[in-house]
């Protein structure tokens, strides 16, 4: 069957294509974006739990730390140190809305190879940083490459893949920021023990790695035909259609990409696109699932892992190795998404994932309440206690890992039509950036102040957005990119926003074919 697409479950399309090695290899090559961004969440706990970093940059800290008598709630709560963690964000969350731009007028290969270079520069930077404004400053680099190939990555996977395997080739985005935090930990762990106390330089330089293998990516990878159909480039896109494909006839795909784009020419400021009322699904989505996914509380785990294990009364190689098994458990658990997210769909795993990660919650609460109170002074802490919390915190960063992790990537990359897909990913990358900002701003001061109750703010909004994905998430699984505006339009809610001349009016790609209506 090498010729035109057939009606799907959903109503919409389904195009011919296999999944050929060439794709393969080139999605796996590209998701490497997400290694820069894994590598700086695990190195930038991991180093500020060493004592030399500490002594050297944060004094004030590091004298807290080791004193006594020291409420373990608020060892770590220091404005400066906070800087530095937060800082990355704002500057990814600008460089994302920049990065909108240049992905839609240059292509998405240029955006992630900016990306690497900014981030190559500031691993430099910090690697040899002499004071803290030295480091902030190349902190805000990472974060401008951060924010160029979060853009551009997750939306390059979402074209190359064939519409069938669409979900797992995207994820490999999240399972190389899961490899790069489990690399960061290790890394860590073993830098931390290098006599002379210089070894956090290691990990803050080995940033040059992550950002030279994206970078080196970035010059080899072919673009997407969608970006080169969007340049004018229609026969290198047909060729190129026809290779990613694996078919020599792709002239229905091919077709349906020249309308998309044609009608996306149509729109001179995206931006503005945006608000209109057909839009609305679509922008709630790339504004409430990136909100959710901070909201869920993982990077409070993922990049103060050592931190809190420290806080909680482990040592520091201790807290060190128990981030690398969380490390490892998150690694494992993005794996077993790659294989179900097209068998059981995005749906599913959502509300999997939230009722687990709630589960968890309210135990590692009642653990950490039970042996720290509200003084935050545990005494000696038995050796199950902390078999306990990391076994729940291990559960918790599964069912993260497998939902909420890669589905918050991949739900807002697959959704958005070609003419405001770079704006609306945007979107998508500045309110993730944004809120983690303002988790990373507020973590420390929370965690002294709200002491375990933390983890029971975080399980309250785990209950919000089980709530709200069941209620109005529709399930985006096997809908060709090109056609996601059905499951929309037949949603019980959404549907709304599409009126009667939208759907018989021949403006929307699924509905209209070379003037033929459906």
């Not at 499951?487 to 001349?501: A, C, D, I, L, M």
């Amino acid at each position: 069957m090498a010729g035109g697409g057939v009606v799907n479950n959903a109503g919409g399309r389904e195009y011919p294509g296999n999944l050929t090695p060439f794709v393969l290899v080139t999605c796996i090559v590209a998701a490497m974006g997400g290694l820069i961004f894994g590598y700086d969440i695990g190195i930038s706990g991991g180093v500020t739990s060493m004592n030399p970093f500490l002594k050297k940059f944060f004094p004030s800290v590091y004298a807290k730390k080791n004193r006594k008598t020291t409420n373990q709630y608020c060892q770590y709560d220091d404005e400066l140190l906070t800087l530095f963690t937060s800082s990355l964000y704002v500057a990814a969350l600008v460089a994302s809305l920049f990065a909108s731009y240049v992905t839609r007028r240059w292509g998405r290969k240029i955006s992630m190879l900016l990306g690497g270079v900014l981030f190559m520069i500031g691993g430099g930077l910090n690697g040899g940083a002499r004071n803290v404004y030295y480091l902030i400053f190349g902190r805000i680099l990472l974060g401008f490459g951060i924010g160029f190939a979060n853009q551009s990555v997750p939306l390059y996977l979402s074209e190359m893949a064939p519409y069938k395997y669409r979900g797992a080739l995207n994820i490999f985005f999240q399972l190389s920021i899961t490899i790069g935090i489990l690399t960061a930990n290790v890394l860590n762990y073993f830098f931390a023990k290098i006599k002379g106390g210089w070894g956090w330089r290691l990990s803050l330089g080995g940033a040059v790695v992550p950002a030279l293998i994206i970078t080196v990516g970035a010059v080899l990878l072919p673009d997407t035909p969608n970006s080169l159909i969007e340049r004018g480039d229609h026969d290198e896109a047909r060729r190129k259609l026809k290779r990613i494909r694996g078919l020599d006839n792709v002239d229905e795909e091919f077709d349906d990409l020249v309308i998309a784009s044609d009608q996306s020419r149509l729109v001179e400021n995206p931006w503005r696109n945006l608000l209109q009322r057909k839009y609305r699904p679509q922008l709630t989505m790339a504004i409430l699932i990136p909100f959710f996914q901070q909201f869920t509380g993982i990077n409070v785990i993922m990049f103060y892992a050592p931190v809190l294990f420290n806080t909680i009364g482990f040592k520091d190689d201790a807290s060190l190795m128990s981030a690398v098994i969380t490390g490892v458990v998150n690694v494992a658990a993005t794996v077993v998404a790659i294989v179900v997210v097209d068998k059981l769909g995005r749906r599913f795993l959502f509300l999997q994932g939230g009722v687990q990660m709630l589960l968890c919650q309210f135990v590692v609460a009642a653990c950490i309440g039970a042996k720290f109170g509200v003084s935050g002074e545990p005494g000696d802490l038995p050796k199950w206690y902390a078999i306990v919390v990391v076994f729940f915190i291990c559960v918790y960063v599964s069912a993260f890992a497998w939902s909420w992790g890669p589905l918050g990537w991949l739900v807002p990359s697959e959704i958005f039509p070609l003419e405001i897909r770079s704006a609306a990913q945007s979107i998508n990358v500045s309110v993730n950036m944004f809120f983690t900002f303002i988790i990373a701003q507020v973590f420390l001061k929370m965690l002294c102040y709200m002491k375990f109750g933390l983890f029971l703010f975080f399980a309250f909004f785990v209950i919000v957005m089980t709530i709200f994905m069941y209620f109005f998430l529709p399930e985006t699984k096997g809908i060709p990119i090109e056609e996601m505006n059905q499951v929309w339009k037949k949603h019980w809610y959404w549907s709304r926003f599409y009126t009667h001349e939208q759907d018989d009016g021949g403006k929307d790609l699924e509905m209209t074919r070379g003037g033929k209506n459906y």
